[in-house]
């Protein structure tokens, strides 16, 4: 394979593991979202349904988080090294965001087992997934606008703090409601009656939340991220955001009319080509304008290394990811209906 291929390869790999962290950990994020803002007289239940539905494999999508991790340092090491220091700050709150979440979680649930109420372990888990998706996107962001500069190998003064700028938050605030969204979607299968009524409701408000936002971040992309606006405007990135467009419409039509594997598969897919789309308009970049794909590689023959071993790697995490759900999202027809308290947990 020549230079160039092995590293557009390397690029799509990590790509993918994006996709698959947005999707399966952005829903986990968006059910700690509706936990913390759960209302009425179903609120309790409304809780006991998501933990049932993040359950024991939630931890399992982080494994698409550490993989991208680890493709980013392996692969292209300096631009690891410069998002290293230039998010610095957002990095190591979204680690803890991480920590915190998964430990508040695991109390929270225990407490509700036991017949108690855990409010601070509740609050605590409903903030973490509320602050880390935030500042992932906001990250993302920040990578695109160009406010991260690289003078002579070194991140420029100044650098660290360019997540706090508008566009990178309102890219943040947009990941946050495209979380909450997936989550309410996918909430819709998980559960019956009113209960899925009450998430059926909660998804198409948040749809209008997420339109009204994607609005004022696409403006905003015009003027402080102009090169971004450019490629999203030509060429395959047009396309694969005017495919974003319409699935956006089908999604809330399809949740409106109760059809909710078919609102599912518009939600992920709407959330993937946009994901594409934002990757091709950035191109050649990874950190604009000065950490390109070929200037941040790794030596060809540790990016064939790579290459060789991912196929391996997934041979192994595919089918055990596979199994674990399978285990935990499968039902047993010959099995009654559990109570609300009683239902064992799986994951959204």
Request: hydrophobic share 55%.
């Amino acid at each position: 394979m020549s230079p160039e291929l092995l590293v557009n390869l390397a690029a799509l790999v990590s790509l993918l593991a994006l996709l698959a962290y947005a999707v399966l950990g952005g829903a986990d994020f968006g059910g700690g979202v509706w936990d913390i803002l759960a209302t009425g007289p179903r609120a309790h239940a409304q809780r006991d349904a998501i933990a049932r539905s993040i359950g024991p494999v939630w931890e399992a999508n982080h494994v698409w988080l550490i993989f991208l991790i680890v493709l980013l340092f392996t692969a292209f090491p300096f631009a690891f090294a410069v998002l290293s220091i230039a998010l610095y700050w957002p990095f190591h709150l979204v680690l803890a965001g991480i920590v915190l979440r998964g430990a508040s979680f695991v109390f929270s649930a225990h407490g509700r087992a036991a017949g108690h109420t855990p409010l601070a372990w509740g609050a605590t888990f409903g903030a973490a997934s509320v602050i880390t998706p935030l500042l992932l996107g906001a990250s993302l962001g920040t990578v695109s606008a160009g406010q991260i500069r690289v003078v002579q190998g070194t991140v420029a003064p100044g650098a660290t703090w360019a997540w706090l700028a508008p566009f990178p938050l309102a890219t943040g605030l947009l990941a946050l409601a495209v979380c909450a969204y997936l989550a309410a979607v996918y909430l819709t299968l998980e559960t019956e009656g009113r209960l899925q009524d009450d998430f059926r409701e909660r998804a198409l408000q948040t749809w209008f939340v997420a339109g009204i936002l994607a609005a004022i971040t696409l403006v905003l992309t015009r003027f402080e991220a102009p090169h971004l606006w450019n490629n999203l405007v030509v060429g395959w990135a047009a396309m694969f955001v005017g495919a974003g467009i319409l699935l956006a419409p089908a999604s809330f039509a399809a949740t409106y009319r109760r059809r909710y594997r078919l609102a599912r598969v518009c939600a992920v897919g709407q959330v993937i080509v946009l994901l594409v789309g934002w990757a091709l308009a950035l191109r050649p970049y990874l950190v604009y304008p000065d950490v390109t794909l070929d200037g941040s590689a790794a030596p060809i023959p540790t990016l064939r290394f790579i290459l060789a071993s991912v196929p391996v790697g997934l041979a192994l995490v595919l089918p055990s990811l596979w199994f674990l759900f399978d285990v935990f999202k499968g039902r047993n027809p010959a099995a009654p209906a559990p109570s609300p308290r009683s239902e064992p947990p799986g994951s959204l």
